[in-house]
């Protein structure tokens, strides 16, 4: 008996191993299986010789005679003639002509490889309609010099693995295999909400972790000495603040040039031309200012000096506040399913948490080119992230101290997102205003004075002090409680004239909401749309960007009708939930007129549209179960499995795209992630 049931463990495991190699092999020489075999003749095998091409971006191109023959790929090795010159992606097209002499655009390809200084070979697979008479290799991105040799047509097959490939396609059908077993099935049943938890967590803050991993992969060395080896106008504004405070000062430690401090208007750019300033800096009275938050100098700059005796990389900034979302976001989406008591199952939960993470633009927001725009977005979002999961773990708390204190914790991370991005936490500012009233009026009802006004204490104490902070921070700095330093940018126009009007409704409602990714035909797919409807006039950046809606999980904000209509959800509720749309419409409205369209404004609203879209499927499905409805309620998780699925795959390609304001990251990553998942080409 016990040797049945080893055969009944390892049978499937067995078939298990079986489908994932001969799937790996398939993937890894799909394009010689499917085009290949039986063409290439040995006699077609056609290698240059000593032909060797230099190239410059005078020269970007060169073509070659292949008389007679019909091609069906060409592999080269590419190097730079800078043997300091740093790794990067260059686009190569390569066009054939057929007999005729004539160029073929059907027989034209584009593809992207790595070039540095090291010799790299790259294998390109073409297809010519008859017999080939030439190729013209052309790099239309190219700079400084490169050489490409040892050229050969039609090369010879060589057997390909991917042991990484086929562990994860392994891994993936085992997991299915499982979940579809009895033993999955019971797994998903006895699952708690703190598995649930623990699991979503782990695999967010992975996904954070490998991409903090992909974009420091472009910076040299880990740290910044400290005191500062060269002028400080040669840094970031977040370590130009820094310096100032180690300084015993607000303003920056560089003096303004003679020309600048002439000028009778240095906010209208066009007085500023030919004149050296620092670019996008807030300038008053003959002195430079930051106005960005200082959240990020407090919670990540002083501990990490502290600890090292220098300052961090701005990819090191980045991550510690992507970890927080990631952790933070998915234990939000838990709690709130916990707190809820309703028939929701903790698995549910915890996919929908994890739909919540891919769709909220943590992992693209750490892609940021110029990465100090992008640290404030990154900050301001993870201490949402901790806010909502703070506040929901005191209403979820039965004794007063311990909702207190949660309270507490609540109101510092939510001043630190104060103190980081304002309009970050603009949507959790109206949602909890809103909350306070109603808890307020429920407490009137309920005559406990006490407890509501201790809760309410300890959340906004922290707030208080935040803000009260900030406004002093802002009138020693600038004689205006009220001025954070904006109104003063030396940037693309004069901020001062920025306004609010009816015009920006529409346009942030495109932007923000509905403004669609647009298909690529190369790795990863998916690119940023540029999409002006019309003159914006004094809105900043008019950026390839995208809009929420994008990213299918959002969709579910359009089911939204269902809580209405449902008698399950209280008055209160549907209260909140109107109030939550709205101040995800308001936010956008504002991001729009005084700033304009880039997708760092729409981080704005994609943390808090992720987390009241996870709501919104887990309450429906809740309606759903509670109606007793087992085919709707199976219907709609299949829905939610395959909209957080497809969220994951249009998230990933997002954030590995490599056009639009992004941050470089290694070519050698991008050529084997494409060579992961484009096993056709």
């Known amino acids: 008996m016990k040797t049945a049931n080893k055969i009944k463990i390892f049978v499937p495991v067995i078939i298990i191993l079986a489908v994932s190699l001969a799937a790996e092999i398939i993937f890894s020489n799909f394009v010689y299986l499917a085009f290949v075999a039986g063409k290439n003749d040995v006699s077609d095998y056609r290698p240059l010789g000593s032909s060797s091409f230099s190239l410059s971006e ?29 790794d990067e992606l ?20 584009s593809e992207r490889i790595a070039v540095g200084a090291s010799p790299r070979r790259a294998t390109v697979y073409l297809n010519s309609l008859g017999s080939a008479s030439g190729i013209i290799m052309d790099f239309p991105e190219l700079e400084g010099e490169i050489t490409v040799y040892d050229i050969v047509i039609n090369p010879t097959y060589q057997f390909s693995f991917d042991i990484v490939r086929f562990a994860a396609v392994f891994v993936l059908l085992a997991v299915i295999y499982i979940l579809k077993s009895g033993t999955g099935k019971q797994l998903c049943r006895e699952i708690t909400y703190n598995q649930a938890a623990l699991l979503s967590c782990a695999l967010t803050c992975m996904a954070a972790m490998l991409f903090w991993t992909l974009c420091s992969s472009s910076e040299t060395g880990s740290r910044i000495a400290y005191p500062l080896q060269i ?52 300038f008053f009275e003959g002195k430079y200012y930051s ?59 915890g996919i929908c948490a ?66 980081s991005r304002i309009n970050s936490v603009l949507p959790a500012a109206l949602i909890i205003a809103a909350f306070v009233i109603i808890y307020l009026i429920e407490s009137i009802k309920a005559k406990k004075f006490g407890a509501f006004f201790a809760e309410m204490a300890a959340l906004a104490l922290p707030v208080a002090g935040a803000i009260g902070f900030s406004l002093y921070y802002n009138y020693i700095r600038f004689g205006d409680i009220f001025q954070f330093g904006t109104d003063y940018q030396l940037t693309v126009a004069n901020a001062s004239l920025y306004e609010t009007g009816a015009g920006g409704i529409f346009p942030s409602l495109f932007h923000y909401f509905l403004q669609p ?133 249009i998230s990933l390609s997002a954030s590995l795209m490599i056009n639009g304001n992004l941050t470089a990251y290694s070519p050698d990553f991008y050529v084997a992630a494409r060579d992961f998942f484009v096993f056709w080409s």
């Open 58 to 86: 005078e020269n970007k191109s060169f073509d070659f005679q292949c008389t007679g023959l019909k091609l069906n790929s060409i592999s080269f090795t590419v190097k730079t003639a800078d043997e300091n010159a740093l």
């Open 90 to 109: 260059t686009t190569v097209n390569f066009y054939v002509f057929d007999e005729n002499s004539t160029k073929s655009a059907a027989n034209a390809r």
């Open 231 to 282: 002028g400080a106008e040669h840094y970031q504004p977040y370590i130009q603040q820094f310096d100032a405070f180690m300084k015993g000062q607000l303003h920056f430690d560089v003096q303004p040039t003679a020309e600048l401090l002439a000028l009778e208007n240095p906010y209208a750019p066009s007085e500023r031309d030919g004149i050296y300033y620092l670019f996008d800096r807030a």
């Open 291 to 349: 106005y960005f938050g200082i959240a990020p100098i407090l919670v990540v700059y002083y501990p990490f000096y502290l600890l090292t005796n220098a300052l961090p990389m701005d990819s090191t900034v980045m991550g510690v506040f992507a970890l927080i979302t990631a952790l933070f976001l998915p234990l939000a989406v838990i709690e709130w399913a916990k707190l809820r008591k309703a028939d929701i199952r903790p698995w549910f939960a």
């Open 354 to 419: 994890i739909g919540a993470y891919f769709a909220s633009m943590a992992l693209l927001i750490q892609r940021g080119r110029t990465p100090f725009y992008y640290i404030a977005s990154a900050a301001g979002i993870a201490f949402v992230s901790a806010f909502a999961f703070w506040v929901l773990k005191a209403l979820g708390s039965k004794k007063l101290f311990a909702r207190i204190a949660c309270m507490v914790l609540a109101g510092v991370s939510f001043a630190l997102g104060f103190l």
């Open 517 to 649: 990714f647009e298909f690529s035909a190369q790795f990863p797919f998916i690119t940023f749309s540029y999409l002006p409807l019309s003159d914006y006039g004094k809105a900043v950046y008019i950026d390839s960007s995208f809009g929420i809606f994008a990213l299918p999980f959002m969709l579910s904000l359009l089911l939204a009708p269902i809580l209405y209509k449902s008698k399950k959800i209280s008055k209160n509720g549907k209260i909140l939930l109107s109030v939550s749309l709205l101040s995800l419409v308001v936010t956008a409205f504002l991001d729009f007129c005084l700033g304009g369209v880039i997708f760092r404004y729409t981080a704005d609203i994609s943390l808090p549209a992720a987390l009241i879209s996870a709501v919104i499927l887990l309450e429906a499905v809740s309606i759903c179960q509670s109606e007793r409805s087992a085919s709707a309620v199976k219907l709609a998780k299949k829905c939610v499995l395959a909209l957080v699925g497809v969220t994951i795959c």
